[in-house]
């Protein structure tokens, strides 16, 4: 196997996104475009995506890294494949830069993946089951549930009274539409 670096490809606008998510660790396996990271701007979050298939030998960034377009992301064994960028570890690692947006991070696990894993293992008296659980749903706690959903997470969003009436758990919230046409049509049904 041939030893190669993952760097940022090019990322748009943005000088420096910030890392908010590691899908992979030193060790493992990864395949041609399966996710690697999830980097953050101020205008939107992305999934970057493997450039090659191969084996995770070492990190270079963590959560919350900044990292700008060409930065060293992670080193991998990539798998021998005659379909791969050039036969020398220079030009793969200068390709997967130009090939697309998300052509390049990959970072550690240890948060994400130890998360859910440990859900799994409580052994509480809980009725219910999930990986994330979401107190309020202020603009910041739909957003994380949203995102934790569309990751193929099972989310609980809790809110602090047993009638609902606003979006998150301070007295005084602004209710939203939906809640405040479902409260009008129960009230006509009493």
């Known amino acids: 196997m041939a030893q190669m670096e993952i760097k940022v490809p090019?990322?748009?606008?943005?000088?420096?996104?910030?890392?908010?998510?590691?899908m992979v660790k030193?060790?493992?396996?990864?395949?041609?475009?399966?996710?690697?990271?999830?980097v953050e701007s101020d205008k939107a979050s992305m999934e970057i995506p493997a450039s090659h298939g191969g084996v995770v030998r070492e990190l270079k960034v963590k959560l919350g890294d900044k990292v700008a377009e060409g930065s060293v992301i992670l080193t991998l064994d990539a798998a021998d494949q005659p379909a791969s960028a050039g036969s020398d570890g220079k030009p793969q690692a200068a390709s997967p830069?130009?090939?697309?947006?998300?052509?390049?991070p990959a970072a550690q696990a240890p948060s994400p993946a130890s998360a859910p894993a440990s859900a799994p293992a409580y052994e509480g008296k809980a009725d219910l089951d999930c990986d994330l659980l979401v107190l309020g749903a202020g603009p910041g706690g739909y957003s994380a549930a949203f995102r934790a959903a569309d990751l193929g997470l099972k989310v609980v969003l809790v809110e602090r009274y047993a009638s609902l009436g606003g979006v998150c758990l301070n007295v005084g919230c602004i209710p939203s539409k939906a809640l405040l046409h479902v409260a009008a049509v129960m009230d006509e049904v009493r």
């Open 10 to 22: 090019d990322i748009g606008d943005f000088a420096e996104v910030t890392v908010i998510e590691l």
């Open 97 to 104: 830069a130009p090939q697309k947006d998300t052509s390049a």
């Open 26 to 38: 030193p060790g493992d396996s990864i395949a041609p475009e399966q996710s690697l990271i999830t």
